[in-house]
């Protein structure tokens, strides 16, 4: 089955603003229900910034899960600045995506890491359904979602899940944010 | 698509529902292919309001017309200690299913009953979006419900005509994950 449209949150359910650790990488198991093209990557974005001139760039990473080992199968990038006092506002934000690929149905792992300037108190948040804090212990299995437990500033070719904190561990690091792709 | 190794419903987690002791529902869930099922974890909350153990009893149903069927089911349970522990959201999980077994893609549902050991329950169910709801029945096929009395037990089987299917009490649906 084709499919045109993947959400990992249904947009009809509340979305709201989480601001982000830099150069955290969270990553989020995903089902897909059919074949769809990587072909338009969007989060919902809220930018501000309130000093001085800001830089922000996400990376998304399409990883696979094989044994205990996630691998990076695509890719693909977000930037834009801002100017200082630049107020808040809400859009799509599209990434450039570097190969075409037909994601196959099944189980697949979205990797975010924002990464960029950080000086002057620029307010940044992903657009996340989950604003609650979530660390009173971590569920079984396979790894769902977590974050990677040590900071980077790009995209690990292959990850070691034993290196990925799973989600309800910590508070800290938790951004799971809606993100949509359209073939 | 190949077996999976995990399937969820969405993992949207912004709002709690209080879940009294005793208390059966059967949430709808999804699965889009094959899956072993080995690990079950539902995201709830709970409160320091004095220690506790919390039991869980979850059994997977298939639907045959207007009757629910236990196929397999799950037991888990989790130790709540009066101070140290705040209001805190974890992922609440069990282990060891009845027997092995594949589930087939399809619609399922789960029945999940709570017991409690110990001081009064304060736990919740994490459940996804804002807790509005219809103030009427579903006119369509079922799409969850909760026992109106408690039990201690899964039942084999149960007529949906015998559940709840009115108001967010019934019909809400907590966050699951299950995994091979």
Request: aromatic residues 10%; glycine residues 10%; neutral net charge.
């Amino acid at each position: 089955m084709k499919i045109n449209i993947f959400e990992n949150i249904p947009t009809l359910n509340n979305l709201a603003n989480i601001a982000w650790v830099n150069n955290t990488l969270s990553l989020v198991g995903v089902v897909l229900p059919g074949t769809i093209s990587f072909n338009t990557v969007a989060m919902i974005l809220n930018l501000s910034s309130t000093n001085s001139e800001q830089t922000i760039s996400i990376n998304f990473g399409l990883y696979s899960l094989n044994g205990s080992t996630l691998s990076l199968a695509n890719s693909a990038s977000y930037s834009t600045s801002l100017s200082s006092n630049q107020s808040s506002v809400g859009f799509y934000a599209t990434f450039a995506t570097s190969a075409t690929q037909n994601i196959n149905p099944g189980n697949w792992y979205f990797g975010l890491l924002p990464t960029g300037t950080n000086t002057g108190g620029a307010a940044r948040a992903f657009n996340n359904s989950r604003p609650l804090t979530f660390s009173g212990g971590i569920y079984v299995g396979v790894l769902v979602r977590g974050y990677l437990s040590v900071s980077t500033n790009a995209l690990p070719a292959s990850i070691a899940t034993s290196d990925v904190n799973k989600e309800g561990s910590s508070a800290n690091g938790q951004v799971y944010p809606y993100i949509l792709i359209s073939a | 698509m190949p077996q999976l190794d995990f399937q969820h419903n969405g993992l949207v987690m912004n709002q709690n529902l209080i879940i009294n002791n005793g208390s059966l529902s059967f949430f709808p869930f999804l699965i889009n292919d094959s899956i072993s099922w080995v690990n079950f974890n539902v995201a709830m909350v709970y409160g320091a309001s004095g220690s506790k153990t919390q039991s869980l009893s979850v059994g997977l149903y298939s639907i045959s017309g207007s009757s629910l069927s236990l196929t397999n089911s799950i037991t888990g349970s989790f130790g709540i200690t009066a101070t140290g522990q705040a209001l805190n959201r974890f992922w609440f999980s069990a282990t060891a299913t009845s027997a092995t077994q594949n589930i087939n893609p399809g619609n399922w549902y789960f029945g999940i009953l709570f017991s409690t050991v110990g001081a009064s329950s304060n736990i919740s169910f994490g459940v996804g979006a804002s807790l509005a709801s219809a103030g009427n029945a579903f006119p369509g096929g079922f799409i969850g419900g909760a026992m109106t009395n408690s039990t201690n037990a899964l039942p084999s089987s149960i007529a949906t005509s015998n559940l709840n299917i009115t108001g967010i009490d019934a019909m809400f649906i907590p966050c699951i994950i299950i995994s091979a």
